[in-house]
């Protein structure tokens, strides 16, 4: 392989993975603005645990402290709606152990605790 083709190579697969990364920042930045301020919040709960083991979700979740940057930044989106936050605390639900959260076609959220 030439020097032109290596570099051309090398750039192409930094770019794709830099904007691949950015995409996913955008859109858990999306999802805590829509967390903190939606009406009438319709969610479910599941335990990281109980997602095959095989899905990739699981494995990325697995991976994530609920202290982590990204976790505190969910939960910080869900004390803001007092709303939900009272809703999952009806739930017995501990906002600290959040480390996920999934919106589904119709507007409903899936949290994901460990």
């Known amino acids: ?17 830099i904007a691949g990364a950015s995409f996913a920042a955008n859109a858990a930045q999306n999802l805590d603005a829509t967390i903190a301020h939606m009406k009438s919040p319709k969610f479910t709960v599941e335990t990281v645990d109980s ?48 480390v996920g959260a999934e919106e589904a076609a119709d507007g409903g959220l899936t949290f994901y605790v460990r």
């Open 1 to 17: 392989m030439n020097r032109f083709a290596k570099f051309t190579a090398a750039t192409i697969i930094s770019v794709t993975s």
């Open 51 to 98: 997602l095959d083991r095989n899905n990739p979700d699981r494995v990325a979740l697995e991976a994530k402290s609920p202290t982590s940057a990204e976790a505190h930044a969910l939960q910080a989106s869900i004390i803001a709606n007092k709303e939900l936050s009272g809703a999952l605390k009806a739930q017995k639900v501990e906002i600290g152990n959040i």
